[in-house]
């Protein structure tokens, strides 16, 4: 059945509308990408000549190779306790109910709405305290706080779609506790596990402004290195490590969309 | 959801419960600690010169009234509810996209154009404005190229220039959490309006965009905290021009070393940022109960 000229109008424009905000979200990538090729020192669009210079600067800058040094470090940590804290945590919401169960959970996530410069600065106090600025076990916890909400997600999206029954059935035949969890529960969940801690991994790595606020000269991060080095220089080499975290990103986003299907993940594929 | 509770003391039905609890409240417990920490530090009065805290005082909520500060708390609230509903108009269309798109590819590449700038972190995210902004930027490149314009547009240091930076921001998790709400909204009713004869705008305006009330409170809600907790960008894109609470924390906690006052700063920030979300959910509440069967 042809549909009426109207429909097809509208159809067009809703897709041109579409493509004209991706673009706006794709744009300063481009852009960025465009000015990390220019040999120039100056941004000029469009670049006069093209040269690799600012990838050499940017990969042998000393400052940021001490910040992805720094960076990784504390993102294993992070992502790792998050991970464990966060799955555990989610397994219990899923299952039990008890009292406090929904304080704790406000607790857990309320770190999506409390802006990070606050999160940062009451880690930052809390440090001085007890003495520990300056050292990484403060900057990993104020990541594992942050990056929670979304381990807790993606673990409970996938607890709530596993089938008990398989869980049961184990049970059923005489599995103890521990058993279940390890030969049928954990092995179901491994997409929502793996995604929960890679969403944890890239958004402690790509942390801010949290960061900004407790991480000193020797802890500093490769974003907080990033900021100090836009604040004083103009060069293309803040373009060139841009275009390096852009590609890792959504890389390793594809990467996870293709074997673990991120609409899964994140809830938004349309229900039957 | 609604189990009934299995019988209390029963341990053994109820496997792992104080195992898998108790790093969860260490967690909490540490940043509700944390919390506490700036609560108290924020009634405390600041020693010029020292990072150690005096006696109690209200004096930094007092501050806080004087018309510089006043101001800053206003522009900031301004700028979210701002970004929060451009975000929205920008980020339906393409959470409808997103879920209702028929290609599989199609659908795979909005899926990650969107996310890829949620995890990208602040930092390469404005810098990549200020080469798309700048004087020398890309569109005042492209602009003068034409010829459509001699003199740059200052883009770069105004409140259009942050608020397109922040939109840029919030965008991605606008759209994750309305294609959530639009992708459990039932199409067989989209169907039974359709052949009532509603033509594709009244089955939207009348079914789907109704039906997504909650993705769009939590949506907006959620684009007015994220913007709130903004930094590098009204600090970068902004220059000093433009300024939001979390630029105003920064310079007082590392450049006055006045934490107490930052601490106060945190707290009144963290209170307008709860009653404003509470006074849009009141407002949308309509929506909201709408897509709850």
């Known amino acids: ?272 | 959801m609604n189990q009934t509770e299995p019988e209390s003391g029963a341990a053994h039905s109820r496997p792992f419960l104080r195992l898998f609890t108790a790093p969860a409240v260490i967690t909490a417990a540490i940043f509700a600690v944390a919390m506490l920490a700036i609560l108290q530090y924020s009634v405390r009065a600041h020693i010029p010169g020292s990072l150690d805290v005096g006696g109690f005082t209200l004096a930094n909520f007092a501050g806080m009234l004087r018309p510089l500060y006043a101001w800053v708390f206003i522009d900031t609230v301004w700028l979210c509810l701002l970004t929060a509903v451009l975000s929205l108009i920008f980020g339906y269309p393409l959470a409808y996209a997103l879920v209702r798109s028929r290609s599989l590819f199609i659908k795979s590449f909005i899926l990650i154009v969107t996310v890829t700038p949620l995890f990208l972190g602040e930092v390469v995210r404005t810098y990549s404005w200020i080469v798309v902004l700048g004087n020398n930027g890309f569109i005042n490149s492209v602009l003068r190229g034409t010829g459509i314009i001699e003199q740059p547009i200052q883009l770069l240091f105004t409140v259009t220039g942050v608020t397109i930076a922040l939109v840029h921001v919030t965008l991605p998790v606008v759209v994750v959490m309305l294609a959530a709400a639009i992708a459990h909204i039932d199409p067989a009713y989209e169907k039974a309006a359709e052949s009532l004869g509603a033509g594709p705008v009244r089955v939207f305006l009348t079914v789907t965009l109704p039906l997504s009330g909650p993705g769009i409170v939590a949506g907006l809600t959620t684009a007015f905290a994220w913007t709130f907790s903004a930094f590098a960008t009204p600090q970068l894109v902004g220059g000093g021009k433009v300024n939001m609470v979390s630029n105003l924390v920064y310079q007082l906690g590392f450049a006055n070393f006045n934490f107490p006052f930052a601490a106060a700063l945190c707290v009144a920030g963290l209170a307008l940022t709860y009653v404003s979300i509470a006074a849009m959910r009141l407002t949308l509440r309509p929506l909201e109960k709408v897509g709850l069967h």
């Open chain 1, 1 to 272: 059945m042809a549909k009426p000229l109207s429909h097809r109008m509208l159809s067009f424009a809703g897709k041109a509308l579409v493509v004209a905000i991706l673009g706006f979200i794709i744009l300063p990538a481009f852009v960025v990408t465009v000015a990390s090729f220019n040999d120039k020192a100056i941004l000029s669009f469009p670049p006069q000549q093209v040269s690799l210079r600012w990838f050499y600067n940017a990969i042998n800058y000393r400052d940021f190779r001490a910040g992805f040094h720094n960076g990784m470090i504390i993102m294993l940590a992070a992502s790792f306790i998050a991970l464990i804290v966060g799955a555990a945590f989610a397994y219990v919401i899923d299952r039990y109910n008890f009292r406090g169960k929904q304080l704790l959970e406000a607790l857990l996530l309320a770190p999506l709405v409390v802006p990070h410069f606050t999160v940062g600065l009451g880690i930052l106090i809390l440090a001085a305290q007890m003495g520990l600025t300056r050292t990484f076990t403060v900057v990993v916890i104020c990541h594992v706080i942050l990056v929670l909400p979304f381990v807790l997600r993606s673990v409970y999206i996938s607890l709530h779609n596993l089938d008990h029954r398989l869980e049961l059935a184990a049970a059923s035949l005489g599995a103890q506790p521990w058993r279940v969890l390890f030969t049928v529960t954990l092995p179901l969940l491994a997409p929502g596990l793996v995604s929960g801690w890679l969403f944890a991994a890239i958004l402690s790595f790509n942390e801010f402004t949290a960061s900004l606020f407790v991480t000193a000269q020797r802890t500093q991060t490769l974003p907080v290195a990033m900021y100090n080095y836009v604040r004083e220089y103009a060069d293309p080499t803040m373009a060139a490590i841009s275009v390096i975290f852009i590609v890792v990103t959504a890389t390793l986003l594809a990467l996870a969309n293709a074997f673990l299907g991120l609409g899964k993940v994140l809830n938004v594929e349309q229900a039957r």
